[in-house]
């Protein structure tokens, strides 16, 4: 499997905009903000995505990415999220990268932030690679005790795709 054939530097964002705790108004309700939260950090995640070329069409693809979230929770615990999403708005395989050093709220099971974010559209009638990718990005975590941080404190996008490319 060669990650930089489908990961390209701009398909990585290294700082994301949404999703920090200090952004919860305090006046309304926790859950509601909570989830707008969630919103803004998929709907970042579909900007990216977009920038593939293999989303037909990002507003549904994004509805689509907030419809797996609702029903569970895409982030593993650890600081890791992986979104793996399957349907008829994609129309190629493709992955995404982004991370946040502060971390971003998105309903982690350990209840921590997340702070790297993997991502993995595929149609739904080829979805042999999607199942490939993310069991190599569940093993890759669990296997390599110094991913994270490397990840994490990466300089730039080539690095994150080097880091990637050398696991394999």
């Given at each position: ?78 600081g890791v999220a992986v979104l793996d999403i399957r349907s008829m708005t994609p129309k190629a395989m493709g992955l995404i990268f982004a991370r946040s050093q502060e971390g971003v709220w ?63």
């Amino acid at each position: 499997m060669h990650i930089s054939r489908y990961l390209k530097p701009d398909f990585i964002q290294l700082g994301m905009r949404c999703g920090h705790m200090d952004e919860i108004d305090e006046e309304k309700n926790y859950e509601t903000e909570l989830w707008r939260l969630k919103t803004e950090v998929i709907s970042e995640l579909a900007d990216l995505f977009d920038k593939t070329g293999i989303i037909r069409n990002k507003t549904k693809f994004s509805t689509e990415m907030l419809n797996y979230e609702k029903s569970s929770s895409s982030a593993t615990g650890n600081g890791v999220a992986v979104l793996d999403i399957r349907s008829m708005t994609p129309k190629a395989m493709g992955l995404i990268f982004a991370r946040s050093q502060e971390g971003v709220w998105f309903d982690a099971t350990d209840k921590e932030p997340v702070h790297i974010f993997f991502g993995i559209a595929c149609p739904s009638y080829d979805t042999k690679k999607a199942q490939h990718f993310y069991k190599w990005i569940a093993q890759s975590f669990l296997q390599e005790d110094w991913l994270p941080s490397a990840l994490l404190y990466a300089n730039d996008e080539h690095e994150i795709i080097a880091i990637l490319s050398s696991l394999q």
